[in-house]
C-alpha cells in the first residue's frame, strides 16, 4: 500500500496532537569535555517529535507519538519512557532487522565549537518509515499532526512519507510544520532547502527559526520568510533573544479562534477563502530573560506551548508567550524535557502588562513557584 486509504480521513477525533518522526536514546555525558575524555554517560531520550508529544502530555493534551524503532532494548526504553509522560505510544512500529538510533553528546552548548556529537542512527528503524508502512487511521486521528523536517532528512522513503502527508485532502487535520533544518543530516547539494520550503508551503502552521532559513534558503527576515511561506495560515519565526514574530491569515491579535486562526486545513482553506487571498496580522512577542542552564529543547518547548495555546484557542500574543515560557522550563534545566509550569500559573504570567512581560526573568526552579509576582523583577 502507498499512502492512505480512500476514506481513512478519521472517524471520531480522540487525540490533540499526534507527532510523527524519529526518537533516539540520548547519552548524555557524566562531565564537560571532549567525548574521547568523558569516562561515563547517562541514558536520556531524544527527539524533536517525541520532545513535542511529552511536553504536550505534562500539560494535560492528549498526546500521540507514532515512530518506528528496533526490536531491541533502546526501543523498549525509548518507547516505554515517552509513555511514562502520558504520551500515547499505541501506534509505534518495532523493526525486527533495524535497531533503534542513538547518539551521544557533549555537555556544552550547541552553538560553539567545542560541541561534539556523534550519531548511530544510519539505517536505523526510524529512517524505514515510509508511505507503505505507517498507520495513517492513528495519523490522521487527531485535531494536529505534527511534523518536521528532520523526518524528511532520514531517507527517501521518509520524505515521500512527509509529501503524502502534507498533501491537501479533504478531511486532514491541521499540519504543524516545524522546519528543523539540520544540514549534516541532508545528502548534499541544494536539495534540503527546496524539500523544506515545500514542505513548510503545505503545511498550515510553520514554525522557522529567523537564523535557519538564512542558512537554508537564503532568506533574510520575518517579512522576506513570509513572503517566501505564504500558505500557511500561521507561520511563527522565531527570532532567538528577539522573541518570535507571527504571521496569522485573517486573525486580529487579540481574538480568540480555533486551530491555527480559523483555517481548516491548507486543503480547506483554499476552497472557504474562495480563491481570495486572506490578510496577515503580525504580532511580535519579546522573548523572556532566562537564566540559562543548558540550551538544547528550547525549540521543541516552544512549539509545544505555541500548540497548547493554540488548541486552547488563545490569542496570537498569548500562543506565543505560552511558547516562551514553555522554552523557558527546558532552557532552566539540564535535558531536553522538564515538568512545565501549571497551566494556571502559565496563565497568570502570560496575562502580565507588556512592561512586566518585559521585566521577567527566569532562572532554575521558576516552575515550581506558587505566585507570577516571585519571578517578576528587573533583569
Known sequence: MSGPAAGTAVAATTTDVVCLGESMVTFLPSQPGRLADVPSFGRG??????????????????????????????????????????????????????????????????AT???EVAYYRAGSAASAMSPANVPYEELFAGRVLHLSGITAALSGDCLALLRELTAARPGRPLVSFDVNHRPHLWRGGDADASVLLELARRSDLVFVGEDEAEEAWGIVGAE????????????????????????????????RSSIAGGAESAGARSSSAGGAELADTV???????????????????????????????????????????????????????????????ADRLVALDDDAWGRLRLGPGWTAADRASEEVRTP
Do not use: Q
Request: proline share 6%.
Open 45 to 110: 531520550i531524544g527527539g524533536a517529535e517525541s520532545n513535542v508529544a511529552c511536553a504536550l502530555a505534562a500539560a494535560g493534551h492528549r498526546a500521540a507519538w507514532v515512530g518506528r524503532v528496533g526490536a531491541d532494548g533502546f526501543g523498549d526504553h525509548l518507547v516505554e519512557t515517552i509513555a511514562s509522560y502520558g504520551v500515547d505510544t499505541s501506534a509505534v512500529r518495532r523493526d525486527p532487522v533495524r535497531p533503534t538510533g542513538i547518539y551521544f553528546r557533549t555537555a556544552t552548548d550547541r
Open 113 to 115: 565549537d567545542t560541541h
Open 224 to 255: 522576506a520568510i513570509r513572503a517566501a511561506v505564504p500558505e500557511p495560515a500561521v507561520l511563527v519565526v522565531k527570532r532567538g533573544s528577539a522573541g518570535a514574530t507571527v504571521f496569522a491569515s485573517g486573525l486580529r491579535p487579540g481574538a
Open 283 to 345: 504580532t511580535h512577542v519579546p522573548a523572556l530573560h532566562v537564566d540559562v542552564v543548558a540550551a538544547v529543547g528550547a525549540g521543541d518547548a516552544f512549539a509545544a506551548g505555541f500548540l497548547s495555546a493554540t488548541l486552547r484557542g488563545l490569542p496570537v500574543r498569548d500562543r506565543a508567550r505560552h511558547g516562551h515560557l514553555m522554552a523557558a522550563s527546558v532552557l532552566t534545566v539540564p535535558g531536553d524535557l522538564t515538568e512545565p509550569p501549571a497551566r494556571d500559573h
